[in-house]
């Protein structure tokens, strides 16, 4: 039973860990578009 909560702890972790590399990558890519938007 341990075993299973240490992996579902684990695979939580790294799913927030990389919701954050996402939401700050969206971001880039909107800064972008926008700044493309922007020039025109």
Do not use: N
Not at 3 to 13: G, H, K, P, R
């Amino acid at each position: 039973m341990i075993e299973y909560a240490l992996v579902v702890a684990i695979v939580s972790a790294a799913l927030v860990a990389m919701s954050t590399y996402v939401y700050r990558s969206v971001q880039s890519k909107q800064k972008d578009i926008t700044a493309e938007y922007d020039k025109e």
